[in-house]
């Protein structure tokens, strides 16, 4: 019954977003225009973002949501130590280089909906920027911790995930510095602010 329904509100979406009067907008405001009601918001960003992972829809680099445009693509994120990262899209050979400033966020391993800023051509490789994470590739992570007087950070084993993860006191098990622990993500941050999880295990 589920799966019925998602398939019905995909239809509803697809054909609001393909009728020849619409006009790419936020979410927000389809929602509002569409009548979802606040309870089924949740849902309602589940089927577009079944929509964005099918490539029926795409959301544009000012954030709005409409038809996919030849420039944006999803594909699998890989980061590397130093920050930058590349997008795999099934299908195509090569891989889209993701500048450290476009990364909005991503981690290694997810799902991402990319918008290409720079095609290829004379010896350079696409370059995109990732306007959409549409499913989080890794949850948990072995990682040091590190212990600080109110706080903690475990810093990742992996050097793909560049980024220490803050350890609230109160979520640390009682970890204490160069403890190896498993730290599951309970935010993924955002350019200005660190991802944050709890410990699981020492």
């Known amino acids: 019954m589920q799966e019925e329904r998602m398939h019905e509100r995909e ?44 490539g029926k829809i795409a959301i544009n680099r000012r954030g709005l949501v409409g038809l996919p445009e030849e420039n944006i693509v999803v594909g699998e994120f890989m980061a590397t130590q130093k920050g930058f990262g590349f997008v795999r899209v099934e299908g195509h050979k090569e891989d889209i280089f993701i500048p450290e400033s476009q990364v909005n966020g991503a981690f290694h391993g997810d799902t991402v909906q990319v918008a290409l800023t720079r095609a290829e051509g004379h010896g350079r490789r696409r370059e995109g920027q990732i306007t959409k994470i549409l499913t989080r590739g890794v949850s ?59 410990v699981v295990e020492i």
């Open 11 to 54: 239809h509803m979406i697809l054909s609001f977003v393909e009728d020849e009067h619409y006009r790419p907008m936020k979410i927000k405001e389809m929602a509002a225009l569409m009548n979802v009601p606040k309870k089924q918001r949740g849902e309602f960003h589940e089927v577009l973002d079944r929509l964005i992972a099918k």
């Open 140 to 198: 948990r992570i072995v990682c040091t911790y590190e212990k600080s007087k109110t706080f903690g950070f475990a810093v990742p084993d992996n050097p793909r995930f560049g980024q220490d993860i803050f350890i609230p006191q109160e979520r640390s098990k009682g970890a204490v510095s160069g403890h190896k622990v498993v730290v599951e993500i309970t935010g993924y941050g955002t350019n200005t602010k660190s991802p944050e999880g709890k």
